[in-house]
Structures are given as structure tokens and as C-alpha cells.
């Protein structure tokens, strides 16, 4: 059984995330240290202690999320040195640190991205208010025609029962009392701070463009999901603009795993807060192996993943 690790997008963030594994670890607390000389300001006491309302604006909750998933990924790597992984994805800016573990972008550099990313949706975000919904048990037709009449677009498909769309605020609420209406089991709003994965991402797109475009990339080490295709990526240069296309575009989260499945990959590790996509693949694939480290004492609990075939 081969093994694909899993990295959380924001969305994911929460107050004390990475502490403890920053207490019990010293290689992760020298990620969270390097984090900070490199942002210029105090990431690890945000993440640790918060507020949750600063620790949610894009522009902090991108790089806290990448720095502790990574501290994640980290212990996982001192809990089980006998573990083996051939492939990896991540959900929006969770593929950045797909990326990095692939060996596409250094720590420095995807910090550095992430900041700017950040700090270009959150820039979004104020200079166009939006939200995202997301919406349960619907079908595809009757999601599109909830779109169209809301005002929506679609964004990430997450699993086949679960779709997120993102919009303007007043296009997001219409969408919310629509849903009963249109067959939805049941609509949330979603704990971000606009209408990412849509047109309303434009301008940071346009600054995301700009600022990777001096940033050395590699050829990855192992197959990474492409979130605008669910297709594995290639070079870098096609990582390059896919990477600025993904702010824009709808995630196809459900096509990346039946990716992995074709190729194999039948256990999944999620490194990073929450557990979000673990519950989004069982979903998908009713058999996979899953696993979760979060924290100090969930990386060394569970079931080591397979070696790699």
C-alpha cells in the first residue's frame, strides 16, 4: 500500500497550533524561529496563543498554517524514520507545502510566497468583501443553477457530497437561504476571510505572479496534485503558472484524489491542524488507510504508513 501525505489550506488555522510540537520538539521550534526572523515579526506567538482574529486574516493565517504543518511533517519524520511517502497534495495554499515536501521550493522561499499571497488575498478580500459557502448533498445541476441565480461561482469540490462557493457577501447569503430550496442537506458558512478560488482573487493573482517570478523552483521529488487540474504536476515553469492560476480557480480536490488512487496510493497522512482532509478522502475512497498528526502526541500514535512500493 503506497502512502500520499495531506496538507491543510487555510481555513485550517487555530489558536495553539504547532505549540506543543515547538515545546517537545527543538527541530520544530527552529521552523517557528526561522519564521519569524524571516516574516519580521512573531508568527509562533500568534499561532500559539492568538488572537483567533488576527491569526484568520489571510496574510497570517497562510504562512502559520505552512509553518505548522510543517512542524507536523517534521516530527512525523523523527516519530517514524522507517516510513516511507511517494506522492503529495495539499488543499489551496496546503499545495505549497505539498511543494516544499516535494522538494520544489525551499522553507525561506515558500514562506516568503505565502506572505505575499496572503497578504494580496487579504488586500482582495477588503478591496472586494466576499465569503464562501459551503454546500452539502446537492447535485451538480442543481449547484449550478444555485449559482447562476445567486450570483455565485463554484469553487472547491471537495468530495461528491460537498462543494464550497464563493461569492460576494450578499451573493453568498441569497445562495444560503436558496440551498434548502434548490435539495442541500444542509449550507455553512466557512471561517475565511473572503471569496477565495474566484474572479474576486484577481489582483492577487496578478501580485502572486510578480513576486514568484524571481523564486527558484525544482522539479519535484515526488508526484505532487495539481489543485487546477487533479492532475499530477510536471516542470517547474508549468508549476509556476499554475500556482498563480490556482487563486482564480476551482479546486479539484475530488479529481486529485481519484489521481492518487489510479496511481496506487492507498493510505493518506494528513500533516498539519485539524483533520479536515482525512474526512474529505474517506469520502472518496471508502478504503483508504488514514492518519492524522496535528501534534506531539499524534505523531507518534496511529499506524505507521506502509513503506513505499
Known amino acids: 500500500m503506497k502512502t500520499a501525505l ?17 515545546a517537545a520538539r527543538p527541530a520544530c521550534r527552529a521552523l517557528f524561529e ?8 512573531d508568527l509562533a ?4 496563543d492568538g488572537p483567533i482574529e488576527k491569526l484568520t486574516l489571510s496574510s497570517h493565517a497562510q504562512p502559520g498554517i505552512f509553518v505548522a504543518s510543517v512542524a507536523c511533517l517534521t516530527a512525523w519524520r523523527e516519530a517514524r524514520p522507517g516510513a516511507a511517502w511517494v506522492a503529495a497534495a495539499g488543499l489551496s495554499s ?23 499571497r496572503g ?31 445567486a450570483g455565485v461561482e463554484i469553487a472547491n469540490l471537495n468530495s461528491p457530497e460537498q462543494t464550497v462557493l464563493p461569492g460576494p457577501r450578499a451573493g453568498i447569503e441569497a445562495a444560503e437561504r436558496l440551498a434548502r430550496e434548490f435539495g442541500a442537506k444542509k449550507a455553512i458558512r466557512l471561517n475565511v476571510a473572503g471569496a477565495f478560488h474566484s474572479k474576486l482573487m484577481t489582483s492577487a493573482a496578478r501580485q502572486l505572479a510578480d513576486a514568484l517570478a524571481s523564486v527558484p523552483l525544482a522539479p519535484p521529488q515526488h508526484p505532487v496534485i495539481s ?24 479546486v479539484q480536490w475530488v479529481a486529485g484524489i481519484r489521481t492518487l488512487q489510479a496511481a ?30 496535528a501534534d506531539h502526541a499524534s505523531a507518534g500514535a496511529g499506524p505507521s504508513p506502509a513503506e513505499a512500493e
Open 45 to 48: 506567538t500568534l499561532c500559539f
Open 6 to 22: 495531506l496538507f491543510p489550506g487555510q481555513g485550517a488555522q487555530a489558536v495553539g497550533m504547532g505549540r506543543d510540537l515547538a
Open 227 to 250: 489543485n487546477v487540474t487533479g492532475q499530477f504536476h510536471t516542470t517547474p515553469e508549468a508549476i509556476r503558472e499554475l500556482m498563480v492560476r490556482q487563486v482564480t480557480s476551482p
Open 119 to 149: 497578504r494580496a488575498m487579504q488586500a482582495a478580500c477588503e478591496e472586494q468583501p466576499g465569503a464562501m459557502l459551503s454546500v452539502l448533498g446537492m447535485p451538480a445541476d442543481a449547484l449550478a443553477r444555485l449559482a447562476a441565480q
Open 34 to 41: 526561522r519564521a519569524n526572523a524571516i516574516l519580521g515579526y
Open 94 to 116: 496546503g499545495e505549497w507545502t505539498a511543494l516544499y515536501a516535494a522538494g520544489v521550493i525551499s522553507f525561506e522561499d515558500a514562506l516568503r510566497v505565502l506572505a505575499v
Open 264 to 293: 496506487g496510493i492507498g493510505a493518506y497522512v494528513e500533516c498539519g491542524p485539524g483533520r479536515v482532509l482525512t474526512g474529505l478522502v474517506k469520502r472518496i475512497d471508502k478504503q483508504a488507510a488514514l492518519d492524522n498528526i
